[in-house]
């Protein structure tokens, strides 16, 4: 079997900012979509989410860092995606993600300063100015880009929030142990 050496990298001053996050939050449209919405004739919701992002969220879990939807919308696709993913902490139809947040915070015992944000726009300011560090898309709204610490340069629902996660885990140095579990077996348990 081959050695792999992670060919991903981060400016360094990034990922040391990025260094106490212990949990991440992530809004839906925009970021876990590409934020169009589709709806049927009888009113059914459609969403497209990427197969990237999806596993991202699945190795920010398997590194230690709590992944966190909250979204302001509801609807039976994102449920149902979420649940897929094995994601525990998640807040639907939040109108005020501050409050949804702090709640989410709470329960997990954490501050802000541990907290990372990935959001695409102006519901997302409350927790893009207050978190220890914040991630936007590059298809993101201009104001939320730039107090962003860092835009992806995938666009939302094609990779930012894997992106996203890749950073992180290498803020946490534990990307390359979950890419060399990924040599062994899919679930990187062996």
């Known amino acids: 079997m081959r050695e792999l050496t992670p060919v991903l990298t981060f400016p360094p001053e990034l990922l040391l900012k990025a260094q106490p996050v212990r949990a991440a939050i992530f809004d839906v449209d925009g970021v876990l979509t590409d934020g169009r ?14 197969t990237l992002d999806g596993h991202g969220l699945k190795l920010l879990a ?22 897929d ?14 409050a949804a947040a702090q709640g989410v915070l709470q329960q997990l015992s954490l501050d802000w300063p541990a907290l990372a ?11 893009i100015t207050r978190a220890g560090f914040a991630c936007a898309p590059v298809n993101g709204h201009a104001e939320v880009r ?37 040599l062994v077996t899919l679930d990187a348990t062996g």
């Open 37 to 50: 919405i589709y709806i049927s004739e009888r009113g059914e919701e459609f969403k497209a989410f990427s």
């Open 146 to 182: 730039a107090i962003a610490h860092h835009v992806t340069s995938a666009p939302g629902g094609h990779g930012a929030a894997r992106e996203f996660c890749d950073l992180l885990l290498m803020a946490a140095n534990r990307y390359a142990a979950l890419l060399h579990g990924h």
């Open 117 to 127: 944000a990935m959001g695409d726009d102006w519901p997302d300011l409350p927790l």
């Open 62 to 83: 398997q590194g230690g860092i709590t992944p966190i939807v909250i979204t302001g919308r509801d609807s039976p696709a994102v449920r149902r995606r979420v649940a």
């Open 85 to 98: 993913l094995g994601i525990a902490h998640a807040v639907y139809g939040a109108h005020d993600k501050l």
